[in-house]
């Protein structure tokens, strides 16, 4: 039995050629970075606002590799590629708008490992709802929160030597919590089960976003709420 019955609507979309799948993918990345482009020439001083909007806009591309049914292979390269240019990126102002945020950070390059980590996990598996439930989790959840802790934080706190806000990180467990319903209310399995997982994984990618230096939580977040999220719909 398909675990996944509230999603097959979207299969339609494999119909179209992998010219124009490649293309939307294409397109979307473009137009998320021509937007970062305009926000970075407007508001020069807000580097990180910059960076989130960059960061939600480009974890949905998951969804395009999920409905349009990505071969495994062809989003992992693509991962490796953003990855490669992730890291030039470090040594050659090629992404300005994304990398100048004051603060040394290795995310960019963690988010295109974690996308094609997650990819070679659950694509062959045939089950890809949880690589884009972790990214998703990531894109929004990190995403928000920063935006949020940023222009809101006015309760601070330290965790291992990791400046927060309570502002910034309730945010992160609200919206990691209400992305993991969304996605998950296509598994198979009563509502106080998904609600269950949904809470399980908001608390563990709420406890992975505290531990964010050097950006290691654009890896440990989306891989960790997969990860529970995959193990516990097993078990339950």
Do not use: C
Request: hydrophobic letters at 55%; a neutral charge; proline letters at 5%.
């Amino acid at each position: 039995m398909n675990p996944f019955q509230g999603w097959e609507l979207l299969g339609s979309l494999t119909s179209i050629p992998p010219w124009w799948q490649g293309g939307l993918v294409v397109a979307w990345l473009g137009l998320v970075l021509l937007v970062a482009q305009m926000l970075h020439r407007v508001a020069p001083t807000s580097p990180e606002i910059v960076r989130k909007t960059v960061h939600i806009g480009s974890g949905n591309v998951i969804l395009l590799a999920w409905w349009l049914n990505f071969p495994a292979l062809v989003g992992v390269a693509a991962a490796i590629l953003a990855a490669a240019i992730a890291l030039l990126s470090y040594f050659l102002p090629i992404m300005p708008s994304i990398n100048s945020v004051g603060r040394q950070s290795w995310g960019t390059f963690f988010y295109a490992v974690s996308i094609g980590v997650l990819i070679a996990w659950f694509w062959p598996l045939e089950q890809p709802v949880y690589a884009a439930l972790g990214i998703l989790v990531m894109a929004w959840g990190d995403g928000l929160a920063g935006a949020i802790g940023q222009r809101f934080g006015q309760h601070k706190y330290q965790f291992f030597g990791q400046k927060k806000s309570w502002e910034g990180s309730l945010t992160m467990a609200a919206v990691s919590f209400v992305v993991a319903l969304l996605v998950l209310t296509g598994v198979e399995g009563s509502l106080w089960q998904t609600g269950l997982v949904a809470g399980a994984i908001a608390l563990v990618a709420t406890a992975l976003e505290t531990l964010s230096f050097l950006g290691i939580d654009n890896l440990t977040v989306p891989l960790g709420s997969a990860a529970v999220a995959f193990f516990l719909t097993q078990i339950l």
